[in-house]
């Protein structure tokens, strides 16, 4: 299937389009690097992920991405130990693909913050 058979959007415009994308990206061999899992008192009700360092700023480098994508806004994130979703809207039409953005923003992360973290890891990319 090439990118203009989508029926939702239009000819030309596939992954550029005006939409909402969900979007998940992934650790590196699925290391827990960005939080904790944290139940308190064993109750699953109140589980919830206590962000480290790194995951705080895969966070912020999130909202870095919208300020240099206005056309990307963020509807809500969720950041698991090891991965992050994300569900993103491109209000207009965008030059670049959004999968395109979020790789740059990913691997620019994988190569920048987790090198200032000093942590090792093998080779990433979005899923």
């Not at 596939?14 to 939080?35: E, K, N």
Request: proline letters at 6%; one cysteine or more.
């Amino acid at each position: 299937m090439t990118e203009d058979q989508w029926q939702w959007q239009e000819p030309g415009t596939a992954w550029r389009g005006v939409g909402i994308y969900h979007i998940t990206l992934t650790v590196p061999s699925r290391q827990p690097l960005l939080g904790t899992l944290v139940t308190p008192q064993n109750d699953p009700s109140q589980a919830r992920v206590e962000r480290t360092a790194l995951g705080n700023a895969v966070v912020d480098e999130l909202y870095v991405m919208c300020k240099h994508y206005p056309a990307i806004r963020i509807f809500q994130f969720c950041l698991m130990p090891d991965h992050l979703h994300a569900v993103i809207q491109v209000t207009r039409v965008m030059d670049t693909s959004i999968r395109s953005v979020i790789r740059g923003y990913w691997l620019s992360f994988v190569s920048d913050i987790l090198t200032n973290f000093n942590v090792a890891v093998g080779s990433a990319s979005p899923t």
